[in-house]
């Protein structure tokens, strides 16, 4: 039985004391040597530390003067309950604690022992020439108080390897948490160079396809007076790619789970939509009182780009129209992202969550990556998400993430 609480029940208390024989024939037994030790316990306390003190190790823990003439007298006292024969849960209780004060300063169970048996070398000598020539009468007393130091040894030993394990456990626990945590971290750096790579794929992409329509347009003779608009939007385009990569990879050196302004989130993400939507006339809706949640903020941005620009790429049909609304769900929050798109086929809308999974009708540039991109991040925020069709023409992507942080 482990030493806690309940080993300190009166069963527990039985069990330990018959094991080791001890009954209430050892109390007449252990009392006729307290007289003895009553005459000899300054000479045993002087003797057992001057024992400790030649040591170099049990020394180092006994520099202080006035502890030490206090630890005399503690341990007199400890011995005389060890002749009181009173084991009731106090005495367990005093007895256990013991092995928890050794293992805290770093005391082990050969130091332990070895103090023992200086209890054994020290007194068993004073009792026996107390008890003269009659060594016979004496061996029955000595037996007992044998027994009673295995019983204090045996509830020492049981402390100390509880608490030595306890504490590899915390030590353990806490390595796992620092793994995780590196875990997290590495993911999250990987996660964003991924998601850099995906939006500038998709960023170049359609920078090529204007590039290009313009130069079919230059070699066909059609010179359009806006041409150099068409130009200054290029620029703008690479300009404002540039800034996304750069605000992607300083975002990888922070983040974490912390409250998040959505209003901010929005901000951002409005930005980002003019490069996305650029000379097409696609209108992003945002609602008017955006709430605050908990989560990352790196990551939730990232959630809301890949979605809105997912649903830019789809749209064939103008004017376009992308809504986000949102509405609590107990303790999370699910917003939606609604498009007036073709829609998404019922042959993958199961699997649309799946890395490479695109539609029939998937816009060129695309790697079928970043819907993966996005459940990953949901899910890492403790969210959830998922697509349903939209009666009539569009898909309503939604997730969840939570409205408060994490109880503990």
């Keep these: ?34 007289p003895i030790f009553a005459r000899h316990a300054e ?45 009731d849960e106090d005495y367990f209780a005093a007895r256990l604690r013991v092995g928890n004060s050794h293992q805290r300063v ?9 103090a023992y048996n200086q209890y054994i070398q020290i007194t068993f000598p004073l009792f026996a020439q107390a008890f003269g020539d009659n060594l016979a009468e004496a061996m029955p007393s000595l037996l007992s108080l044998v027994k009673v130091i295995f019983l204090d040894i045996g509830l020492a ?20 948490h620092a793994l995780d945590l590196y875990g997290r971290v590495h993911r999250r750096e990987e996660e964003i160079r991924r998601l850099a790579n995906h939006e500038i794929r ?37 300009w404002g790619l540039t800034s996304l990569l750069k605000e992607m990879l300083a975002a990888a050196a922070q983040g974490g789970p912390a409250w998040v302004d959505i209003g901010t989130v929005f901000a951002q993400l409005q930005t ?18 955006p709430p605050k949640v908990w989560a990352d903020p790196t990551q939730l941005r990232e959630i809301f780009a890949n979605l809105v620009s997912n649903s830019v790429r789809y749209i064939e049909t103008e004017p376009g129209l992308i809504e986000i609304t949102w509405q609590a769900d107990g303790k999370m929050i699910r917003f939606e992202v ?30 079928g990556l970043g819907l993966y991109f996005v459940r990953s991040m949901v899910e890492q925020n403790g969210g959830q998400i998922g697509v349903e069709p939209v009666a009539g023409r569009g898909a309503r992507f939604w997730f969840t993430v939570p409205a408060e942080p994490p109880t503990v």
């Design 1 to 34: 039985m482990g030493p806690d609480r309940e080993g300190l029940s009166a069963e527990h208390r039985r069990e330990r004391q018959a094991f080791l024989g001890i009954d209430v024939s050892d109390l007449p037994l252990l009392a006729a040597l307290k």
């Design 43 to 87: 000479t045993f306390a002087e003797r057992f530390y001057q024992h400790l003190l030649a040591d170099p190790h049990t020394s180092q823990l006994l520099q202080d003067r006035e502890q030490l003439a206090r630890l005399k007298k503690i341990q007199i006292e400890y011995f005389v309950e060890l002749l009181n024969g009173t084991f």
């Design 106 to 114: 770093g005391l082990e169970p050969q130091w332990y022992l070895g």
């Design 157 to 176: 030993l049981d402390t100390y390897y509880l608490a030595s394990t306890r504490q590899l456990r915390q030590r353990n626990d806490e390595l796992e």
């Design 202 to 238: 998709g960023g170049l992409a359609a920078i090529i396809t204007s590039l290009e329509d313009l130069i079919d347009r230059l070699e066909a003779g059609i010179f359009p007076g806006d041409i150099k608009v068409d130009l200054r939007q290029v620029r703008e385009r690479c």
């Design 272 to 289: 980002r939509f003019s490069l996305y939507a650029a000379g097409r006339r696609i209108r992003l809706q945002l609602p008017a009182r």
């Design 338 to 367: 609604q498009d007036n798109g073709p829609g998404i086929p019922a042959s993958i809308l199961e699997r649309l969550f799946q890395p490479f999974v695109r539609g029939p009708n998937s816009p060129t540039g695309g790697t």
